[in-house]
């Protein structure tokens, strides 16, 4: 099913796949004329969130895409603890052209792109708002999306997480996200179904695109590293603190979270959302293990599976969890698919509802979970992971507030992690 995107195939070839889904959809179900408008759950920590977007350009490597392109060019959003947001404007999900972009090729199955006006969609951060220094400076957390997928697919968690006092820093991977818009009103799409094109069906070539993938991803968070606190605009200047340095991310992002930290010493502790850890097609898959997977980490992290991915099935989480020294946390989260851990659980539902898709879409793309609980839920258990890994702080068990929350248990387990 195109949700799972558990492995990085699995997103490439949703993208790819994309188009033909939502002309099946559009044929067959009802939908008003009027293009379906969507909005976000509000932040749930005592911050309001300011935001302000930068262009970062590596000129020590061509583009690994588009060779002609002498450097590599990236967009990234960073969002904050603000002081006050009065006469600011709430921030876009996505920019037009970037809008446009998902429309043609996202990863949600059966679902219309054509019929949602993504670009309406508002964020609750505000643009540009004063930051609230008072309370500063403040961890910092980076976020890297699924394959195909923009960084503004992350807002729910990212928004949330700022609210809670985190600076977070979310990274377009240009040519494999949607669409990129830059400030200059340029837009480059995703040459990732043309690539997966040329690779199907040949296993070595696929394999060989997936690690190609996940190479530019880590070396784009390296960069991203070493570039940023350097570049960062007057409006956040100074305000994160770059000792206490987090990663995660969903799907191919989580891939990426936790292969950074394992390259990359700054990068103190990470969480990856249903992301599988090795270059094979499905998560169950055995072999072709990624350096992290097959030799561990000495820091902490964090697995949260959808329904169903734990030890016990996703070999690559077991690897990773064998071979580790650091400190691990498991969790699934009861009745969750996918695509739960990314703003489809926040969107799917209204989009249902508006155009009459059925009962099985929903679940195709989002799982049987309540979405009230499952945005609840996971906000909760990505904010105490961090909160403990990066502040220091101590709190109540989840699984005390949330039993949609199961911690991966002791039978799946192959050493002793807390």
């Known amino acids: 099913m195109l949700t799972r995107r558990a492995a990085v195939l699995n997103a490439v070839a949703a993208a ?10 559009s044929a067959a179900t009802p939908h008003k004329a009027v293009p379906v408008r969507l909005k976000l759950p509000a932040p749930s920590g005592p911050h309001p969130v300011g935001t302000v977007s930068l262009r970062l350009v590596d000129t020590s490597r061509a583009d690994p895409w588009v060779p002609t392109r002498p450097y ?10 603000a002081h006050a947001v009065g006469g600011y404007r709430r921030a876009p999900q996505m920019l037009p052209g970037e809008a446009a972009g998902f429309a043609a090729v996202n990863n949600l199955a059966h679902v219309p792109g054509d019929k949602v006006d993504w670009a309406a969609t508002r964020t609750h951060a505000y643009e540009g708002a004063p930051a609230d220094r008072d309370r500063g400076p403040y961890p910092v957390v980076c976020y890297s999306p699924g394959a195909g997928d923009p960084r503004s697919l992350g807002t729910t968690l990212c928004d949330d997480l700022a609210s809670r006092g985190y600076v977070v820093v979310t990274l377009d991977h240009t040519y494999d996200a949607s669409a990129v818009q830059f400030p200059d009103g340029r837009v480059e799409r995703t040459v990732l179904p043309a690539e997966f094109d040329t690779a199907y069906p040949d296993p070595a070539r696929i394999r060989a695109l997936l690690r190609k993938t996940m190479a530019v991803r880590v070396a ?3 960069f991203l590293l070493d570039a940023l606190p350097g570049a960062l605009p007057g409006e956040v200047r100074g305000l994160p603190d770059w000792d206490r340095l987090g990663m995660f991310g969903h799907s191919a992002g989580g891939f990426t979270a936790l ?5 990359d010493r700054r990068i103190a502790a990470a969480a990856d959302f249903d992301g599988v850890l090795a270059y094979v097609q499905e998560d169950s898959d055995s072999g072709y293990l990624s350096s992290v997977a097959a030799e561990g980490l000495d820091r902490p992290f964090l697995l949260v599976g959808k329904d169903g991915n734990d030890l016990s099935t996703v070999p690559s989480w077991n690897a990773l969890w064998r071979h580790s020294r650091g400190r691990g946390e498991g969790l699934t989260l009861r009745g969750a698919e996918h695509a739960t851990y990314t703003d489809a659980e926040a969107m799917i539902p209204m989009i249902a509802q508006q155009l009459g898709l059925p009962r099985k879409t929903v679940v195709e793309n989002i799982g ?11 906000r909760a258990c990505l904010a105490a992971f961090f909160d403990r890994r990066l502040r220091g702080y101590t709190g109540a068990a989840l699984t005390d507030r949330f039993p949609e929350v199961r911690p991966f248990s002791r039978r799946n387990r ?3 992690h807390g």
């Open 72 to 81: 590599r060019e990236l967009m990234i959003g960073i969002r904050y603890p």
């Open 368 to 378: 049987t979970i309540a979405p009230g609980r499952a945005i609840i839920a996971q």
């Open 414 to 416: 192959s050493v002793p």
């Open 16 to 25: 790819t796949l994309s188009a033909v889904n939502t002309r099946t959809a």
């Open 220 to 222: 784009d968070t390296r």
């Open 259 to 263: 292969q950074a930290m394992h390259d």
